[in-house]
């Protein structure tokens, strides 16, 4: 029997601090979901609407984002952070070779510069995305 479910990155996640996204989540399916704070719902029917079609993923959306888009600033204002992890090779006792995963999470502005090119040629990868709680509160709409 093979069972798939299509949900398993399709999850929000709160601590004390911040608000965690999984991969596949579309703009959309955070408008309807329950726990995901009132407040980044309105920053995406305000704001973020403008800039993208509310039916695509959230990481394909940073992907194309621009550091002029207002989109960025917005995200920047809510402190967005990006989990990656990627696969180096580290040298072992007796000179043996081994794979290594590395988790990192990067901040925005990083993660644009740095790792977006990476993603899209598939040798990272996007785990979720978070936003801090102290900067949505911050933010007037």
């Known amino acids: 029997m093979n069972t798939q479910n299509n949900d398993d990155f399709k999850y929000v996640i709160q601590d ?16 309807d979901k329950e726990d995901v704070p009132f407040k980044w719902k309105a920053i995406i029917s305000a704001y973020i609407k403008k800039d993208t079609d509310l039916n695509v993923k959230m990481t394909d959306h940073l992907l194309e984002l621009s550091p002029e888009a207002f989109s960025y600033r917005i995200f920047e204002q809510v402190k967005m952070t990006v989990r990656i992890c990627y696969q180096t090779q580290k040298k072992g006792f007796g000179k ?3 794979n290594k995963w590395i988790h990192k999470a990067v901040p925005l502005k990083n993660f644009c510069s740095a790792y977006s090119n990476s993603v899209k040629e598939g040798s990272v990868m996007i785990e979720d995305i978070s936003i801090s709680k102290l900067a949505l509160m911050v933010v007037s709409i």
């Open 16 to 31: 004390t601090s911040c608000v965690y996204f999984g991969r596949e989540l579309t703009y959309t399916e955070m408008m």
């Open 96 to 98: 043996t070779i081994k």
